[in-house]
């Protein structure tokens, strides 16, 4: 089972980014997929998580607006399109899985990919 989270980069306040989370060695068809932050010196944060099916999502209230998690079962992998990024949204990014889809985000998950680095520069 593994998990593999790309897209970061650096880019100016305001700008986008989209993250994908691909699977491989297990089909994400059946788990919930969220993504989690960690920027230096701070406690690792639930960003948006997605139900197994992608009828249920979740934000958290800073990205509330800017950012659309969305899931293509077909290609085994979910995305995170982010918009308008503030310097705040910098941080070490990681996709993550989990079984259930209850308490989207909020929950320990199951299984971690590596993390990928989004700088935002003001």
């Known amino acids: 089972v593994q998990l593999q989270a790309s897209g970061g980069g650096l880019v100016q306040a305001g700008g986008s980014l989209r993250l994908s989370c691909a699977a491989s060695?297990?089909?994400?068809?059946?788990?919930?997929i969220g993504w989690f932050r960690q920027a230096p010196g701070k406690e690792r944060e639930g960003v948006s998580c997605?139900?197994?099916?992608?009828?249920?999502?979740y934000y958290g209230d800073s990205v509330k607006g800017r950012f659309t998690i969305s899931r293509d079962n077909a290609k085994n992998t979910v995305y995170l399109q982010m918009n308008s990024l503030k310097p705040e949204d910098t941080a070490v990014y990681y996709c993550?899985?989990?079984?259930?889809?209850?308490?989207?985000?909020?929950?320990?998950?199951?299984?971690w990919g590596q993390g990928t680095q989004v700088t935002v520069s003001s």
């Open positions: 993550a899985a989990d079984r259930s889809s209850k308490r989207l985000c909020r929950r320990p998950y199951d299984y």
């Open positions: 060695g297990f089909t994400l068809d059946y788990y919930a």
């Open positions: 997605i139900s197994s099916s992608g009828g249920s999502t």
